[in-house]
């Protein structure tokens, strides 16, 4: 299923290769997480397979934004689609790199009295310092090709973070 897939979405190059932005969305009627298992998957493998071919010459960087689901799931999908020892590898060696916003942002809602705007902002703030800091870590080697998956990021909208600040947030991503 993976190469039809992958086939149909013309996603069979690798991240070396490709600059893309893709957002998946759902509705009722259907679940994109599917999607974004394919994704994780085909990074996970192009960017082990990078590393382990150009050893000092490659930082390529995966950054995992997890809304609605935890690492664990995703480890556990991995491991059946085959990939464990990948991203076992990739953890170890710090080029996948996971951001579990889902609990950190109810722990912020669950715990803030008075609700604004700037006091939500901080999670996704904190995420994108830390992106930008690891990106800028390993600019200067021309080999770099990170990419950043996020699961779910309706929920944040959901849990109360203003729209226009999640379209800043994926600005400052795709830019």
Not at 11 to 18: F, R, V
Not at 46 to 55: D, L, M, P, S, V
């Given at each position: ?47 082990n397979q990078a590393n382990n071919n150009n050893n000092n010459n490659n930082n390529s ?30 953890i170890q060696s710090k080029r996948f790199i996971h951001f579990d916003a889902g609990t ?72």
């Amino acid at each position: 299923m993976s190469i039809d897939l992958n086939n149909v979405l013309d996603s069979s190059s690798s991240i070396e290769d490709t600059c893309l932005n893709l957002i998946v969305g759902k509705s009722d009627s259907t679940d994109g997480s599917f999607l974004i298992h394919n994704f994780l998957s085909n990074s996970i493998r192009q960017t082990n397979q990078a590393n382990n071919n150009n050893n000092n010459n490659n930082n390529s960087k995966i950054f995992f934004i997890t809304f609605a689901q935890t690492l664990s799931h995703f480890k556990s999908v991995q491991s059946k689609l085959g990939n464990s020892a990948h991203l076992n590898n990739l953890i170890q060696s710090k080029r996948f790199i996971h951001f579990d916003a889902g609990t950190n942002l109810t722990n912020v809602y669950l715990n803030e009295t008075e609700k604004s705007d700037e006091q939500n902002l901080t999670l996704l703030n904190e995420i994108w310092n830390s992106i930008k800091e690891n990106l800028n870590s390993s600019l200067d080697n021309s080999n770099t090709k990170s990419v950043v998956i996020i699961d779910d990021l309706s929920i944040a909208s959901l849990i109360g973070i203003a729209d226009r600040a999640l379209y800043e947030f994926i600005l400052k991503l795709v830019n």
